[in-house]
């Protein structure tokens, strides 16, 4: 059996970043540069990434994942230890799953089991660090996607049919709803000065759809035609004239014309032209600018950044009202360079995105043979990666090899293209990666597409005035258990004091604190897998009551879902032919507490009650705890004696009872406390109920029952610890209904952790499948020194 490979696609472009701030003098000294760069330090973002196994999911599988957790800037990975969460979220905003990965030197990796009545719909996979919460959600990487369930329809809750098709119809409406808008190259129409004038014509998907018409004045004179290309951008040039308004008639998709006002004219102002060739971004700026005017200045200081990283600076004098400028793309790493004019010394007047491509990015050689050990034949692959000069990369990638086709309606962005362009255009609403693979000249329209886009990661204001935002969140690794410790009796803050941590989940690991002046008590850094179970507990206050803990609790479902270009109608609206209800279909593993409840009171009212408590848990056995705690008892040895009459035999020994059954004597007293949550005693006449049984009384005692923690000085929580990646095995599911030549894609080979040392090179072996004629692979990752990479190719099997 032999193996080739038959086809290498088009790897994306990437270069080296070189920070190489300059200026028309070669010493740019201005507070707005200086500003930004401590800005930008300050912040310090991060932008996180997953690649994924395959393009689409149904119920039964896995999602198998790799997360990469870079510096937004450099896109250097992240070094030391980080966490990363990851959660799957439906269209209700609830979680379905969450993983929470110890990032190591900027990588992780772990897998969704995704459940045989896993609902079928829409959801996002969204992936950040702690530190990313400091920048909001606008940063997290997030992917929209469908997971299908051909078996669901009978499962589904009934209410669930009635929301699916609520959000079949207003997903229809938005589809049918169109919008067109206007965006002035630099920020405004100048009157006088000839300028560009971006559109786009879209839906409220933010899907892009062909339109034309034409920019008429308020005489309905036309001047200038519109016309979009299929991915609904286009751009027009005219000259505004002062005082005219100006409006636009625009037909979508051969509909009916509508019309559109475009933004005012200025009499005064700065118009902002840019463009490309091989070497240069050319500047031209136009001033029509009187000098009675606020904005009036002679100079004007130009300011070109890259994710926030000053490029450029210099301060040009206008003349004959105009300036034109030539840089040198060397100047900017590959990315989305932001331009912005500031007038008056440090006001923004004009504004302008331009993507810079200098064709450098890392190229993976794969080297494809086979060998065989034994009976088992294998897949050899040699793979090298190399910068665009040759040199080989260290770093860490993934790599992903499926059968089948791939599902043509989920877009997949690979990393090289999300940090490079998507990553830094959040808020926009569709998918920017859309319109580039639908393109024909993808340089064209990503210059079209920066032209209707104006976000930023700052306000120009607060980073003139120095105003730095608050980092709340901390990207310090481990799990944290803090709060406030209280007097409930006065709801004071208890400076310090006491506070202990068990853990429980198989460790008994005790921690210990104070609180601070203000009550506040943290343990930091705690390193625990799976579901953790723990213990808060605090000495009695005066009075002999228990403190009250007041826990700080991050939520994971402050998430309101928003339908985009990948959303899909849900399939299932109807319940099936086999429908039978299942009370766990449909519900998120999160969304249910357990029921604080006690063990209810069965053989009415006992001589005494004794609740396990602070003090009596830390009891050996059930027999200390009645040897210090219940009044009425004898104790003979090891023998309990309830005073009173005898039997006629003259045994008077207690019977013992848990949980309504009768035990013998050993095996009760022998009972831990901590897993009683109460002991009733019954003697006399109230163990009548016990028939003859209960003739020498009855000492009853009822486990403690879940979530409910029995001590009053003890607060029992569980926590999600750090996720452990499972080994990878391929789940070719046949859920009913699927045909069983069915082509859909299966992930045969999943190898998140490839490292390639100073020599780029990293072999791998992988076993021969014989049911497998042709795969596709998927490799992309990032190396050490921050350029990323991503390619694919095919390899026939013969």
């Known amino acids: 059996m032999g193996a080739k490979i038959s086809a290498i696609l088009t790897i994306l472009l990437f270069l080296s970043f070189l920070i190489n701030l300059t200026a028309n003098d070669g010493k740019p000294e201005n507070i707005v540069v200086e500003n930004l760069e401590v800005w930008t330090d300050h912040i310090a973002e991060q932008k996180a990434f997953l690649h994924l196994d395959k393009s689409s999911y149904q119920a039964g599988q896995t999602i198998w994942f790799k997360a990469y957790l870079v510096n937004a800037v450099t896109h250097r990975p992240v070094s030391g230890k980080s966490n990363l969460y990851v959660e799957l979220l439906d269209t209700e905003g609830r979680a379905m799953a969450i993983r929470l990965l110890l990032a190591e030197d900027g990588a992780a990796k772990g897998d969704i089991r995704l459940g045989s009545n896993f609902p079928d719909g829409n959801y996002v996979l969204r992936a950040y660090s702690g530190w990313m919460r400091n920048s909001g959600e606008e940063g997290y990487f997030s992917r929209d996607m469908y997971i299908s369930n051909h078996r669901y329809e009978d499962v589904v809750p009934r209410m669930e049919v009635f929301r699916n098709r609520i959000f079949n119809w207003r997903l229809g409406r938005l589809e049918r709803n169109y919008d067109v808008a206007f965006f002035p190259e630099g920020g405004n129409l100048v009157a006088g000065t000839t300028g560009r004038i971006a559109f786009r014509a879209y839906d409220r998907l933010g899907q892009g759809h062909k339109a034309e018409g034409r920019i008429v004045d308020r005489a309905g004179n036309t001047v200038a035609v519109l016309e979009t290309n299929d991915q609904g951008i286009g751009v027009a040039e005219f000259e505004p004239v002062r005082g005219e308004e100006y409006q636009a008639r625009v037909s979508v998709n051969g509909g ?162 999300y940090l490079l362009f998507s990553s830094d255009l959040k808020g926009m609403k569709g998918d920017p990666l859309v319109y580039l693979q639908e393109a024909d000249d993808r340089a064209a329209m990503a210059d079209k597409l920066l032209m209707t886009y104006g976000w930023r990661r700052f306000n120009w204001d607060d980073v003139i005035a120095g105003e730095l935002p608050e980092n709340r969140f901390s990207g310090e690794p481990g799990l944290t258990v803090a709060g406030r410790l209280k007097d409930p009796s006065k709801d004071e803050s208890l400076s310090n004091y006491p506070v202990n941590l068990m853990i429980r989940s198989g460790h008994d690991d005790l921690y210990e604190t104070t609180t601070s002046r203000n009550g506040i008590f943290v343990f930091p850094e705690l390193f625990y897998e799976g579901e953790v179970r723990m213990e808060l507990s605090s000495r009695r206050l005066p009075g002999n009551y228990p403190p009250e803990f007041d826990l700080t609790v991050q939520s994971v479902r402050d998430f309101d879902y928003d339908p985009g270009v990948h959303t899909r109608e849900h399939n299932v609206t109807a319940r099936g032919d086999n429908w039978s209800r299942d009370r766990t279909a449909g519900r998120s593993p999160y969304s249910s507490a357990p029921r604080r409840e006690t063990s209810p009171r069965v053989y009415g009212v006992p001589d005494q009650t004794i609740y396990i408590d602070y003090e009596t848990s830390t009891e050996r056995s059930l027999f200390d705890v009645l040897r210090n705690r219940a009044t009425g008892l004898q104790f003979d040895g090891g023998r309990i004696i309830i005073r009173g009459p005898s039997s006629i035999y003259g045994a008077n020994e207690a019977r013992f009872m848990l949980d309504g059954m009768f035990v013998s004597r050993d095996a009760f007293l022998g009972l831990y406390p901590r897993e009683i949550e109460r002991i009733e005693i019954f003697r006399g006449t109230s163990a009548a109920i016990f028939g003859v049984r209960g003739g020498t009384g009855v000492i009853l005692a009822y486990t403690r029952r879940p979530g409910y923690t029995g001590l009053e000085d003890v607060l029992e929580l569980s926590m999600l610890g750090y996720h452990e990646a499972r080994e990878f095995y391929s789940d070719r599911v046949l859920l009913p209904g699927t045909r069983v030549d069915d082509t859909r894609e299966t992930t045969i080979y999943w190898e998140p952790d490839i490292v390639t040392g100073l020599n780029g090179t990293a072999d791998l072996r992988l076993p021969m499948r014989a049911d497998v004629e042709r795969l596709i692979f998927t490799i992309q990752g990032v190396g050490h020194d921050g350029l990323p990479g991503y390619s694919n190719f095919t390899l026939d099997i013969e």
């Open 256 to 417: 009916r014309r509508n019309t559109y006002d475009l933004p005012a004219v200025h009499d005064e102002g700065y118009a902002l032209r840019i463009d490309q060739d091989e070497n240069n971004i050319i500047l031209q700026l136009s001033a029509q600018m009187s000098p009675n005017n606020p904005l009036y200045s002679e100079e004007v200081i130009v300011v070109g950044h890259t994710r926030g990283r000053p490029m450029y600076a210099g301060s040009h004098k206008i003349t004959n009202g105009s300036i034109t400028l030539e840089l040198d793309t060397e100047l900017f790493p590959s990315g989305i360079a932001h331009f912005t004019v500031f007038a008056s010394g440090d006001t923004p007047v004009a504004e302008r995105l331009v993507f810079v491509d200098r064709d450098e990015g890392l190229t993976f050689t794969p080297v494809v043979g086979t060998s065989q050990v034994g009976d088992d034949s294998y897949i050899d692959l040699s793979l090298t990666v190399r910068d665009k000069h040759g040199n080989p990369v260290s770093g860490k990638f993934s790599l992903s090899a499926i059968s089948g086709i791939p599902d043509e309606s989920s877009f997949v962005p690979g990393i090289l293209s």
